[in-house]
């Protein structure tokens, strides 16, 4: 049952009748014309049902811009009176061509449903008109349902342009308008594009329990359901890099320490940022890579916490060039950091530190741009031949860290 509709109204009663008893609004705006007008009373008088009107009244049919225009009054109308869209049927039987077109056009934005009688008889050889008491309503008719495949494209656009916020509120839009039998979709997108949003933050945690509300394996069930090859594959898609995030989420609560997973988590992010034009942040992400490396490889190898180093684990000769430059004090921790670290890992005859001592003019260049960037010491933008030397810097020293993909393409 609608709480309230819009109708146009044309020379034919009986369509009109017939759809307002069996919707039974307790609102009505008709949209008449001057010559038509006078059927508002006539419909009222074949009513079964008690409802509450008004009219708005067009002067002019044959003009589709007026039309619109009254058409948009009306349905502001009914926002006004507190109906919601899915309160509201809009059915366009009656009137003109140019009234019917105006309000599926001026209201398709709303959100509202849209209902239409048509027959199963016709005179005139089946071209006519519909026959008295041959009427069938066809009711139920949301135009976003298939609209929305535009709206999709644009959330993908979004989701792929790392844009999660927008395409989240987008999302969110949509289910406000689409169908009931659509809504699961679009539940289902919201909670993972959220997560995306969530895992792009390092919010890992937080992203896990969004993909569980999601629910993955319900979400290829829907894909699969609908028939739809796009959707299957993006679900997918999820269900694997959902994997992924798991053992990222494992590796922070099972360990303090820093693991491979989430190094490649940062290398990844740190290629979403680039591509997103964002060089600096892209840049001090691999940045703090090299410094990740050397620290997984000292404690998870050497058992050295970089933090608190153990003076009895390293060379005597590395622990006097920390004397000699203020580094080891009496009764206080040994920090060190990323030039120690790969110092200390070559000293230990580890080949992470003696690919970094092979490569280092390579980085020491690399660092002086990045030194001198907005996002560290300096005024310059950095440039993307910094990113692209540190990239492959970050990727001939470690051999570990793999190149990998985890984030899904969407093409719903």
């Known amino acids: 049952m609608s709480k309230a509709m819009i109708i146009t109204v044309g020379g034919t009663p009986t369509p009109i009748i017939k759809t307002i008893n069996e919707q039974k609004p307790v609102f009505i705006c008709f949209l008449a014309s001057q010559k038509t007008n006078d059927k508002v009373v006539e419909i009222k008088k074949g009513l079964t049902c008690n ?4 009219v708005v009244l067009l002067d002019n049919v044959n003009d589709l811009l007026h039309c619109y225009n009254k058409s948009v009054e009306a349905a502001e109308r009914m926002l006004e009176k507190g109906f919601t869209p899915n309160d509201v049927i809009i059915d366009y039987t009656g009137g003109t061509k140019n009234m019917s077109a105006a309000v599926v056009l001026a209201t398709v934005s709303y959100g509202f449903v849209f209902s239409y009688v048509g027959g199963i008889e016709r005179d005139k050889e089946g071209v006519g008109i519909v026959i008295n008491g041959k009427e069938k309503i066809y009711h139920g008719i949301n135009p976003w349902d298939f609209l929305a495949v ?30 009931p039998s659509e809504k699961p979709v679009f539940e289902v997108l919201r909670f993972l ?53 798991i053992r990222i989420v494992d590796c922070l609560e099972n360990s303090k320490n820093i693991c491979l997973r989430l190094m490649e988590d940062l290398f990844e992010n740190a290629e979403r940022r680039y591509k997103e034009g964002k060089v600096d942040d892209a840049i001090l992400r691999l940045y703090r890579i090299v410094e990740m490396a050397a620290q997984e490889r000292l404690l998870t190898k050497h058992k050295i916490d970089t933090s608190d180093v153990n003076r009895s684990k390293v060379p005597s000769d590395f622990l006097h060039e920390l004397k000699k430059t ?5 009764n206080k921790k040994i920090k060190i950091g990323l030039y120690d670290s790969y110092n200390l890992l070559d000293r230990l005859g580890d080949n992470l530190g003696k690919s970094y001592f092979n490569n280092k003019e390579k980085f020491l260049g690399i660092q002086s741009a990045r030194n001198d960037s907005y996002l560290a010491h300096g005024i310059a933008s950095s440039k993307s031949e910094t990113y692209t030397s540190l990239k492959e810097f970050v990727l001939t020293i470690n051999k570990e860290i793999k190149n990998v993909t985890t984030f899904p393409h969407m093409r719903i």
């Open 193 to 245: 594009v959220e997560g995306f949003y969530k895992w792009d933050m390092f919010q890992h945690k937080g992203a896990k329990n969004c993909f569980k509300r999601a629910n993955v394996d319900s979400f290829i069930g829907i894909a699969k359901a609908k028939e739809d090859a796009r959707l299957l594959k993006f679900a997918q898609s999820v269900k694997q890099a959902y994997g992924n995030l």
């Open 51 to 54: 409802v509450k009107s008004e």
């Open 150 to 179: 535009e709206e999709k494209k644009k959330i993908a656009i979004l989701f792929n342009s790392c844009q999660y916020q927008g395409a989240k509120n987008l999302i969110e839009e949509l289910m406000n308008k689409v169908s």
């Open 326 to 330: 203020g580094k080891d004090k009496k």
